[in-house]
T-cell receptor, first 115, second 114 residues
Framework: AQKITQTQPGMFVQEKEAVTLDCTYDTSDPSYGLFWYKQPSSGEMIFLIYQGSYDQQNATEGRYSLNFQKARKSANLVISASQLGDSAMYFCAMREGRGNNDMRFGAGTRLTVKP | KAGVTQTPRYLIKTRGQQVTLSCSPISGHRSVSWYQQTPGQGLQFLFEYFSETQRNKGNFPGRFSGRQFSNSRSEMNVSTLELGDSALYLC?????????????FGQGTRLTVV
């Protein structure tokens, strides 16, 4: 069974600095996708970034990048130049196989950006 | 392009009642998934529908059911509500064939059972 682990319940970062949110996963399927979502207090889950298990390069989307270390089964999210609006819950998720399986989520990390 | 729309945003129900939540996916998305989010259990997968058929199902009792219509809109129903059903219910749609089949979520329906 697939499992996602986020070991940091809460993180603090100073505005304009970079922060890394950790995520490790466990799967025996060679084909899988990894996702990061942001959930502000409003409740909506906002898609941030995607990494496929066969992707050779780390994914990047603006200020977000994914540090994908396949052998270690880790997929850490790096947010550069933090902004106050980045304060939210962040969830790591994984979907196994070719996309017809459900997405499983980690417990989340609450990020607080300090001015 | 409009996002995923969930209605209603908030609901208060009494134990024993039933409730129906609605989700309209992004235009062109035929896959709709439902999740329950609680502080204790986190995000848990309920079920997924594709082309009016349930394709995947999570580990929830039969009181939780859903359906999908020909226009891809989906509803989920919870019968005989219990206090523990209080949660944020999130709906997500995805595009078949999209790389990774990214899920796009609505704002959720916050259900309170009293």
């Amino acid at each position: 069974a697939q499992k996602i682990t986020q070991t940091q319940p809460g993180m603090f970062v100073q505005e304009k600095e970079a922060v890394t949110l950790d995520c490790t996963y466990d799967t025996s399927d060679p084909s899988y996708g990894l996702f990061w979502y942001k959930q502000p207090s409003s409740g909506e889950m906002i898609f941030l970034i995607y990494q496929g298990s066969y992707d050779q390069q780390n994914a990047t989307e603006g200020r977000y990048s994914l540090n994908f270390q396949k052998a270690r089964k880790s997929a850490n999210l790096v947010i550069s130049a933090s902004q106050l609006g980045d304060s939210a819950m962040y969830f790591c998720a994984m979907r196994e196989g070719r996309g017809n399986n459900d997405m499983r989520f980690g417990a989340g990390t609450r990020l607080t950006v300090k001015p | 392009k409009a996002g995923v729309t969930q209605t209603p945003r908030y609901l208060i129900k009494t134990r024993g009642q039933q409730v129906t939540l609605s989700c309209s996916p992004i235009s062109g998305h035929r896959s709709v998934s439902w999740y329950q989010q609680t502080p204790g259990q986190g995000l848990q997968f309920l079920f997924e529908y594709f082309s009016e058929t349930q394709r995947n199902k999570g580990n929830f009792p039969g009181r939780f059911s859903g359906r999908q219509f020909s226009n891809s809109r989906s509803e989920m129903n919870v019968s005989t509500l219990e206090l523990g059903d209080s949660a944020l219910y999130l709906c997500a749609s995805s595009l078949e064939g999209d790389r990774g089949q990214k899920a796009f979520f609505g704002q959720g329906t916050r259900l309170t059972v009293v």
